[in-house]
């Protein structure tokens, strides 16, 4: 099933379009946004290279959904949900631009997430990971009624908190 547009009261969640390669580009080599992303900040040619895979493996085979995020038209963020073994279920991944920061747009997208794993994927449980020292992240999900599962020491010797909703 190709990836569907997703709505809520503020914003677009469309698949990607070639022409958002400058956007994507531009959101995920940012260091104060990428600074907790996977790890870290990626390079102009990784950031590019990753928006080319989107549609050479992702959306080709149909592997999992994933959004450019709108506001009024214009790209402020990215989404996912996807199938993990690092959870052993579906985990939700969202990245807003920092003009997006601080309006409440995070919690509206994640609970958009949510609502669709829910809803259309028919999953009993959502994953999030999140690094421990993203204590923004930490709040909007536990708004959202996400707990804590476990903590994953990274190689480098970060933690990653384990985070998961239940349907209710």
Request: glycine letters at 8%.
């Amino acid at each position: 099933m190709p990836t569907p547009v997703l709505h809520t009261d503020r914003l677009l969640l469309q698949p990607y379009r070639p022409d958002d390669a400058e956007d994507s580009v531009a959101l995920l080599t940012d260091p104060e946004v990428g600074r907790f992303m996977g790890d870290g900040p990626l390079s102009p040619a990784e950031a590019a290279a990753l928006f080319g895979r989107l549609f050479d493996t992702v959306y080709a085979n149909d592997l999992f959904d994933v959004w450019a995020v709108r506001r009024d038209g214009r790209y402020v963020g990215h989404a996912e949900i996807k199938r993990t073994d690092q959870v052993d279920g579906h985990e939700i991944i969202y990245a807003l631009a920092k003009p997006a920061w601080g309006g409440g747009l995070g919690t509206e997208l994640a609970r958009a997430l949510v609502r669709y794993g829910f809803d259309t994927l028919d999953l009993p449980r959502v994953y999030a990971t999140v690094a421990a020292e993203n204590h923004a992240s930490l709040a909007l999900l536990a708004k959202l009624g996400f707990v804590h599962e476990r903590d994953v020491t990274e190689d480098d010797g970060s933690l990653t908190r384990v985070l998961a909703v239940d349907r209710a």
